[in-house]
């Protein structure tokens, strides 16, 4: 069993940037692709971008492509998701989660879930 917890969110500007950290414990964190996704108020949650089991390999949405980077740290447990030039419909409660499928995009491949960290992106 694999637990995570989100740290990182809050308010930023149009523009800024916010860092978001992933903590996991429980399992081989090694094993599990990791995953970013997000909720906005009244939508369905959505797929932000994955990592791979040991990194090498990353997928991201078509709508955070070259504004958000992925990464994790298999030696400390954690996954990242930096996001840079944020605009307000990056707003959002964000996910981490862990799959053990190499290629999960679907939320539904994705067995285990952090509770979410709010970011708020302002005008």
């Known amino acids: 069993q694999v637990q995570l917890v989100e740290s990182g969110g809050g308010l930023a500007q149009a523009g800024g940037s916010l860092r978001l950290s992933c903590a996991a414990s429980g399992g081989t964190f090694s094993r599990y692709a990791m995953a970013w996704f997000r909720q906005a108020p009244g939508k369905e949650r959505e797929f932000v971008a994955r990592?791979?089991?040991?990194?090498?390999?990353?997928y991201y949405a078509d709508s955070v492509k070259g504004r958000f980077t992925i990464s994790r740290d298999n030696a400390k447990n954690t996954v990242s998701l930096q996001m840079n030039s944020l605009k307000p419909e990056d707003t959002a409660v964000y996910y981490c989660?862990?799959?053990?499928?190499?290629?999960?995009?679907?939320?539904?491949?994705?067995?285990?879930w952090g509770q979410g960290t709010q970011v708020t992106v302002s005008s």
């Open positions: 990592i791979s089991w040991g990194g090498v390999t990353t």
């Open positions: 989660a862990a799959s053990n499928s190499y290629n999960a995009i679907q939320i539904s491949e994705y067995e285990y």
